[in-house]
């Protein structure tokens, strides 16, 4: 059983810079999972035109049936979401996590291009190690 889904990093501009499939029942294709990120970009630059509250970042949690999705934005615009199983707890810290580990390994990197997608053996090492110790954790919940 694995409580998070998948994980996708979306740019400014709302173009897929990461994406990666954590077994998931349904597994997507590139074109499915390139959908999706355009479609969570959308709705949430939307959600923050049309919120009532001043300073309204966008969508942080859509809970839905069968998962739920959590958004962390950063200061930059760049976006992380997790989609996980309905419930799961503590998917905020784990999003500052996989940020953390982004501005270490990627950001860092010399040879990586911003806005471009992400291709760091040692981000996806550490972003690996992280997502294990998270499915620990939740297990001992």
Known sequence: ??????????????????????????????????????????????????????????????????????????LTGTKFFVVCEPGTQHMEVLLTVIYELYTDYVLKNPFYEMEMPIRCELFDINLTQAIQKDRVALLGR
């Not at 959308?42 to 300073?55: D, N």
């Open 1 to 74: 059983m694995a409580a998070i889904y998948s994980l996708y990093i979306i740019n400014k501009s709302g173009g897929l810079i990461f994406y990666k499939d954590y077994g998931s029942a349904g597994r997507m294709d590139t074109n499915d999972s390139l959908r999706v990120a355009s479609l969570w970009h959308s709705m949430h630059a939307i959600s923050q035109q049309l919120s009532p509250t001043v300073g309204c970042s966008g969508i942080e949690l859509l809970e839905a049936d069968t998962f739920d999705l959590h958004c962390f934005q950063s």
